[in-house]
């Protein structure tokens, strides 16, 4: 089969964006959300498919293990503005599921207005620039719809400038941190916590929707959302979708927090934190790149 083209960026109201993201806007902006819905927000590769998989289980696991075993997690939780190869939000309107879980990676100003009139519970997860950088730029390589990232040197420079897909990740991670301030239903979550301790998140996660699961079956979602489970699951590793090569990087690449100690030279660090200090300054937003 042939190659799909590889999509070029564009600047979409003061951030970049390809076509497949922009191409459905308008249905996207009029989305229905309705009370009970949640929202999966996060900026790429920040864990987005392991929280996915983590509500999918507390929420279906018991009552619907056929749809574990049969449908991707992608089909499960839908990628509400994606349009190829076919528009994710028409996937979450047909939903049959109570609650209807949504994955965006829109930064905050972009979410469709019906999600905040619904007062809907909204969970975002964000991961160290310089991890989630490294995890980006493999994705770029693997992922034949992404802009082609160049090599490493090149990428890192884009990922600085937010010259990448959902565009700058300083603007998205702060941005979403600054709405949580106002917006109470608004659970934030760091990566890094969910490497330290899973267990722990996924209470504080239950606590926070308000789900009651027992010991036992909370242990069960943490044990099945561990990586190498969803690695070997054709359900949750994108092994089942075509533009994806993963055999240039696998979509459930390493899965830790430090990998960014492989790609960074001594330079690039320097530079990196040094621009980081500058766009940081002004957020009390703090992360971790060890644990
Ligand atoms: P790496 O490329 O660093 O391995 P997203 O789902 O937002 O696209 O994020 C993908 C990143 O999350 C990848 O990071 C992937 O390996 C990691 N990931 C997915 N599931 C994970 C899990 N259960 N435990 C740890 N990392 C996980």
Redesign the pocket.
């Known amino acids: 089969m042939a190659t799909p083209p590889r999509s070029t960026l564009f600047d979409f109201h003061g951030v970049s964006m390809t076509k497949y993201f922009t191409d459905n806007w308008d249905n996207v902006q009029n989305f229905k959300a309705r009370p009970d819905d949640i929202l999966i927000a996060?900026y790429?590769?920040?864990?987005?498919?392991?929280v996915s998989y983590i509500l999918d289980l507390l929420y279906f696991g018991k009552t619907s293990p056929e749809r574990q075993a049969s449908i991707p997690i992608y089909d499960r939780v839908p990628f509400l503005e994606i349009c190829v190869p076919y528009p994710g939000k028409d996937v979450a309107d047909k939903l049959p599921t109570t609650p209807r879980l949504i994955k965006t990676h829109l930064p905050v100003q972009f979410v469709p207005k019906s999600f905040w009139e619904q007062n809907c519970r909204i969970v975002y997860v964000a991961r160290n620039a310089k991890?989630n950088a490294?995890?980006y730029f493999?994705?770029g390589r693997m992922n034949h719809r992404q802009p082609d990232p160049g090599d490493w040197s090149t990428y890192l420079k884009n990922f600085m400038k937010g010259k990448v897909v959902f565009g700058s990740w300083y603007d998205h991670v702060t941005g979403w941190w600054e709405k949580k301030q106002t917006y109470s239903n608004l659970h934030y979550m760091f990566f890094e916590n969910?490497?330290e301790d899973s267990g722990r998140e996924v209470d504080r996660l239950c606590f926070f929707l308000g789900f009651s699961a027992s010991a036992e079956e909370k242990e069960r979602v943490t044990t099945e959302?561990?990586?190498d489970n969803?690695k070997q699951n054709k359900m949750t590793n994108y092994s089942t979708v075509e533009f994806m090569n993963h055999k240039v990087s696998p979509?459930?690449?390493?899965?830790?927090v430090g990998?960014w100690k492989n790609h960074f030279t001594v330079a690039q660090n320097e530079d990196f934190d040094e621009d980081y200090r500058l766009k940081m300054k002004n957020t009390t937003l703090q992360f971790r790149t060890v644990v």
């Open positions: 996060t790429p590769k920040a864990g987005t498919t392991w991890d490294v995890s493999h994705f969910m490497i959302s561990k990586f969803m979509f459930m690449r390493k899965g830790k990998d």
